[in-house]
């Protein structure tokens, strides 16, 4: 096996025993990224220098034995998270040359452990995509079939650990971006309660609605990983002030009497039947272990979409008004005045589907259609929270498909920006209500193809999330096949 393939738990009880370097798994990790990202483009950045001399100092660590759970492990992070003197590009070119002065606090709170920093990964520009297609960089492709999209926004961190070129990474999720790539690329995404996770240095898209949260190569990872990152930070003023539990804590199998509902809204016309072939029989699994299934509705689904599509580019709009050359990033050089510089860096620097956030954001915000729209979405918006409050009072978690299908070709849905955003049907209406969610391999397609189960729990309640996800896992080995990528 790889040592790039392996997990972090694995790599950690290597690491002890003194059986393998971070050194030899941050060199395995490169050596894989020369073979394959040609192929799949996940990176948008890459530090080799700098990574090789973080494994040092971690080898230093494990030496002595000061070591802890991400210590020397291999880690990428999207190009939307802040890292001190690492381009951050966002995607977009309007950040071109952008190289933050400070660290998001996930990176800072990862480095007390001193994980190795691979490199920044490529992403829809400013999260805003289902694709990784809308990157001024190029797209990413699917490890699985290279002829299709690995899903988006946080498509490079989902192909980075799908494809072994690092252990885990982060992404974030506002509508969807951690889940629907982690689905379509076979491995565990989860976008943590609203609040768990700090969003300072997190360029914003909408802030009101995402998260940053891990990718990982099996449930354990994602645990260790969301235990690294969650918890209160006085410098985000959404961080809820709670103590942060050990979800290790919640990775036990026995999953008897825990009720698991079945949202029927999420079974409907238009899910593929593989899908939902193997979401069903997911569920069975989870029966199968001692789960009670339970029958549960969420009324309010069918209007995620709309105001998602309202809320989110109202805010997008307001928050990306603040590039306009001055500051940073970049700027046009041809102009006459200041108006026309303002006019051609925006034009020039935002790519096609940035800029039809903006105009669908003004619009929604403008004088007179406030309250026709986003007044609207707001409040469809707090009938949604109620529908999972309601369903929670009769379930612990629910489980469900991540996406209506699985990946698609490159290309399909770049005319169609409304066929684009049905693609997160399943994944708005946690973000529209701030709960927690995971995705987690279930199966494959006909055509070899990855499909997500998705389990969503009540706010706060991660460990009941990790713990039917875990009991899952432990059941099945979905999530050990790799894709055949050399
Ligand atoms: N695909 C959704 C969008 O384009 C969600 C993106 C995300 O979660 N960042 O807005």
Not at 307 to 323: D, F, K
Not at 349 to 375: D, H, K, N
Request: net charge negative; with cysteine.
């Amino acid at each position: 096996m790889e040592l790039s393939a392996l997990t972090i738990h694995e790599l950690h009880e290597l690491f002890k025993a003194g059986e393998v370097t971070s050194q030899q798994v941050t060199e395995a990790a490169f050596q894989r990224i020369e073979q394959v990202d040609g192929k799949v483009h996940a990176y948008t950045y890459l530090c080799r220098e700098e990574a090789m001399r973080e494994a040092e100092r971690a080898d230093a660590r494990i030496r002595k034995m000061d070591i802890g759970p991400l210590t020397g492990i291999p880690i990428a992070i999207k190009d939307v998270i802040c890292t001190k003197g690492l381009p951050t590009t966002c995607g977009s070119r309007i950040l071109e040359n952008f190289v933050p002065p400070y660290d998001a606090t996930v990176v800072e709170w990862m480095a007390r452990d001193n994980p190795v920093l691979m490199g920044k990964t490529n992403m829809d520009e400013f999260a805003m995509g289902s694709s990784t297609e809308h990157s001024a960089y190029g797209p990413t492709f699917n490890p699985w079939d290279l002829t299709r999209i690995p899903g988006g926004s946080s498509g490079g961190s989902a192909v980075a650990v799908a494809a072994d070129e690092c252990i885990a990474a982060l992404g974030t999720d506002t509508g969807g971006s951690i889940r629907q790539p982690a689905a379509l690329c076979g491995v565990v995404g989860m976008k943590p309660t609203y609040g768990r996770v700090s969003r300072f240095g997190l360029v914003a898209f909408a802030c009101s609605l995402e998260q940053i949260g891990p990718f990982a190569k099996d449930v354990t990872d994602c645990a260790i990983m969301l235990n690294a990152i969650a918890g209160h930070d006085p410098r985000d003023s959404t961080s809820i002030p709670r103590p942060r539990p050990d979800y290790t804590r919640s990775l036990v199998i026995d999953i008897r009497g825990m009720r698991i509902g079945i949202p029927r809204e999420y079974f409907i016309e238009g899910l593929d039947p593989e899908v939902e072939k193997a979401v069903r029989n997911g569920i069975d699994v989870l029966k199968d272990r001692g789960a009670e299934i339970v029958d549960v509705s969420l009324p309010m689904t069918e209007y995620g979409i709309s105001a998602y599509y309202i809320i989110a580019p109202s805010e997008a709009s307001s928050n990306l008004a603040r590039y306009d050359g001055v500051k940073y990033g970049f700027r046009d050089s041809d102009h006459k005045d200041l108006m026309e510089m303002y006019c051609k860096t925006r034009s020039r620097g935002f790519g096609p589907e940035v800029t039809r956030r903006i105009i669908l954001g003004t619009f929604a915000l403008s004088s007179g259609y406030y309250e026709a729209y986003y007044l609207k979405a707001c409040q469809v918006r707090t009938l949604m929270v109620r529908d999972f409050q309601m369903a929670f009072q009769a379930c612990d978690v629910l489980a469900a498909p991540a996406t209506p299908s699985a990946a698609f070709q490159a290309g399909e849905k770049l005319d169609d920006p409304l066929q684009m955003y049905l693609c997160d049907v399943f994944t708005i209406p946690m973000n529209l209500a701030g709960v927690p969610s995971i995705s987690i391999p279930c199966g494959f397609t006909s055509e070899g193809l990855p499909i997500g189960l998705q389990i969503v729990g009540n706010h706060f309640e991660e460990g009941k999330v990790l713990q039917a996800a875990y009991a899952f896992e432990q059941a099945t080995d979905h999530h050990r096949r790799k894709p055949s990528l050399t």
